[in-house]
């Protein structure tokens, strides 16, 4: 049915983030594809050729996109983090929007989906082994509910992954993505003085932007399903990226830290949920061995490279 | 030697002239650390901060416990292997007398990586700290992933069993987990197996069971001078025997009660160990 020489048409929702950007850019110069946007959001100043439907998820227009049967994979970008929503609309967008486009894929044969899931899924916790595999428990929405429309994606589309053997379904969880990007992780890294607790100095993975956007690329080839870690270049103390960035920490005792962030946030000070706190007290890194052993990957960027990543102009 | 009539005094001059100039530097820069760029393994282990941590336990190591150790040519001088340890003391300086004497006595040093409890990662500064000295939470993946990498594996089987043991039950070894038998068969890793002397005295302690529950704690240890609790242990001379290395084989996913019988192996070896080493020495402190 497929013919070789079609070109192929891919369907990439949160295309308007600055993410979302980098990977349709990377798969339009690569691979050349067709290249199709699902986003609530306006994508202004797009290329000419990338087709953008500013809809919903959940709405009929969502569907039509899938509807004539051409579209060649879906890749998910599109989690919905923003942590000033209130909870319920944001389980309604995040669960109800995955669990249609899933229906949508089966129905019009997609035969390619790619999950840009976290590492993050299994949670900082004290008593974490010091790497998680893909067989660990996905425990980070027990002590964040914050956290649980993400664990809760993971979840629906692992349960796809093994319902649809005729899709071919991978999902990636990255450690931390750095880059000139807005996500937790670089935002944190790109304030002067950024908070750190007291006493705290857990080891930090992170990955380099491009290298995510590589492993996306990767995922694309037909014959590639299943879950993988993908863990970046190395293992170093949350101090030590900051001392490379030049950033100098504001140490915080843990038991006022909280209240202290709780107020910034409720302020508007800050855009850290409470829950992120963790993020810089516990260990939560993952053994990136099976995607390198099965799917060849491996991170092109150095640890000082990924590190020097968040200050690149966006 | 012990001989009755020497004064304290003439024992006390006597012990310090004996006291080596060990190379700390030296040794520490001749570790095997699996460092990147920034100077760290994948657990935290940084050169200098165990060079810090090893300035100081070498003075506990040598001045404060005076600690002699026999067998050290035992110690493989690289590869995988398990040392497994009787556990007693109530807090574990011994898992540090050993460390320092794996650093300090054989020719080529070694990093002892030893397996710290569940909650030291939610305790401010020992959280980072002991991930800096080489400590690593003791889950068994984190020590397959360590053997794998040919290091050196700190065990107490008697684990929590054998460090809040009561004084009157010093030198008789608590029942050993299976863990580090499971580990060993697995990884194909030589035990070494090694007896302390001097630990089980350095806190002579009754465990106060009601005050435990109370806490929350799983032992509550008092002692009969203050401050009560035993924070500072007594200068209790340490003697360190390192047996031949043991090489299990078997299938790790046997029965429990075969890895029992297996785990009951080592813990004989090692009380065989303690009671020739309880014969040979002439007294607690010196």
Redesign the interface.
Known sequence: MTDARRIRKVVITGISGRFGRIVARRIHHELDWQIVGLDRRAMPGRPKDIEHHQVDLRSKKARDVFRAGDVDALIHLGVMHDPRARPAELYSWNIAGTTKLLDYCLAYRVPKVVLLSSANVYGPR??????L?ENAPLLASQRFPQMRDLVEIDHLVSTFLWRAQQVETVILRPVHIVGPIHNAPSNYLRIARPPA???????VQLIHYQDVADAIVTALVPGRRGIYNLAGP????LS?VLA?LGRVPVQI??PVAKPILQLAFRLGISSFPVAELDFI???CMVDGRRASAELGFRPRF???DTIHAVDEPG | MHTRGVSLLDRWRQLRGVVPDDDVAGRAHDLVIRGNEFGFDEFGLSRSSFRGVMTVSRWLYRNYFRAAAFGVENIPTSGRVILVSNHAGQLPWDGLVIAAACFLEPAQPRVVRSMVEYFVPAVPFASYLFARWGQIIGTPENCRRLLAAEECVLVFPEGARGISKSFARRYQLAEFGTGFMRLALEMRAPIVPIAVIGAEEQAPAINVKSLARLVGAPSFPVVPYPPFFPIVPLPVKYRLYFGEPIWMTGDPDDDEEVLEDKARTVKARIQAMVQHGLRERAHVFW
């Open positions: 004290p008593d974490n082994p010091q790497f595999t607790l007291l006493g705290f100095d857990p080891m190395g293992e170093v103390p030590a490379e005792p843990h007290r516990y260990v150095g640890l000082r």
